[in-house]
């Protein structure tokens, strides 16, 4: 992959970011849900202070080829896996498997014994591919619009 990059997280990265997430959603995700539901889980104009606060506060890894944000990843102090999302044009071509081993080393690092998420449909396949096992199907309710998902673990 040419000039692939990990980062760290820094603040300038966040509108690009936001939308990453957002075009993400809205175009990956609609194969697995209804519309309503992804305006609910990415509306279009998200809270811009939640996601500072958020992203300060966890490891968030952010992933580039050349200088185009490709991916990005958060890490919750207790061993939550808390986003993954991979641009809209770039699925397929290893972005997401960087990131997790990315995360990986990291929990290594902080000698976790596990790992968790809460996958989306879409996302499932991906983290069963690394080892994580379903241990609950979640129905949400998530800005007003119900959601299935998977709690998933994985042991270190």
Known sequence: MEEFRILDYDES??????QL??????TINARDYRKEQLNGWAPEN???RFWQERLKKNVCKVAFIKNKMVGFTE?????HVDTLYVHKDFQ???VAANLIEEILLIAGERNYRVLTTEASITAKPFFEAYG????RIKKK????KDFT???MTKEL
Request: proline share 0%; hydrophobic share 30%; net charge negative.
């Open 13 to 18: 990265m966040l509108d690009e970011m936001m």
């Open 21 to 26: 997430f957002y075009d993400t959603v809205h």
């Open 46 to 48: 998200s809270d811009k």
């Open 75 to 79: 890490l919750v102090d207790d061993g």
């Open 92 to 94: 397929r071509q290893k």
């Open 132 to 135: 994580f096992r379903v241990t």
């Open 141 to 144: 309710l998530y800005n007003g």
């Open 149 to 151: 998902n998977y709690k």
